[in-house]
């Protein structure tokens, strides 16, 4: 089942306001929207298997761990994840360290080490340092899980190549700009810093990410 927040055509319409960029590329892209789809552990997964690999890599390489289990791809189950033999795991291609990483992932869930059920009352920090507390997982990807599974409004990821590419080439005619240029800039999108985010990744590619 694919979700999009509800709050997207209030954040539009703010952004378009306060912002003349954002006023001249939202109209871009019509009705096109921030999508979640799947589970929890299941992203967290595939952003682990997707690491410092080419797109259509990882998803080779995830088709054939999501094969090993018996559940559907889009909601694995931890339990059975931490009951995979390594060797399997590294024979359907992922590599010792993300074989570490997924069970440790498996771990924290199974465990109740994060508090998914909690998460919706909990603030935007507080559910990142739960996921950095996980191996493998860095605050990039905390915060592109805030973004595209939890859908919060207003997440502005500073590490993130492509806003920072995307604030270079909309705001500074393609000057680098350095992260507290980004901050500064992404102060005036509040409280919807992740639409804007959204909308200059779009700037770069038109086709829209879901994760």
């Known amino acids: 089942m694919i979700v999009t927040p509800t709050y997207w055509d209030d954040a539009c319409r703010h952004l378009s306001k306060r912002d003349r960029v954002m006023k001249k590329l939202i109209p871009r892209f019509g009705e096109g929207r921030l999508e979640s789809r799947g589970d929890a552990f299941t992203t967290l997964a595939r952003s682990i298997v997707g690491q410092q690999i080419s797109v259509k890599a990882a998803q080779s390489v995830w088709d054939r761990f999501a094969a090993l289990l018996p559940q559907p791809s889009t909601h694995l189950r931890p339990a059975a994840v931490m009951r995979l033999e390594v060797d399997v795991?590294?024979?359907?291609?992922?590599?010792?360290?993300k074989v570490e990483y997924l069970r440790d992932l498996a771990q924290h869930f199974d465990s109740g080490a994060v508090h998914v059920q909690q998460w919706h009352d909990m603030d935007d920090e507080a559910i990142i340092e739960e996921l950095v507390a996980i191996r493998g997982i860095g605050r990039w990807t905390a915060e592109m899980f805030l973004i595209f599974h939890l859908m919060r409004p207003n997440v502005l990821p500073l590490d993130d190549v492509g806003l920072l590419k995307g604030i270079s080439l909309n705001y500074f005619s393609g000057e680098p700009v350095s992260r507290a240029e980004a901050r500064e800039v992404?102060?005036?999108?509040?409280?919807?810093?992740?639409?804007?985010t959204w909308y200059l990744w779009r700037s770069l590619d038109p086709l829209p990410v879901a994760y």
């Open 186 to 196: 992404g102060d005036a999108w509040a409280p919807y810093r992740s639409v804007a």
């Open 89 to 97: 795991m590294r024979a359907a291609g992922l590599s010792g360290r």
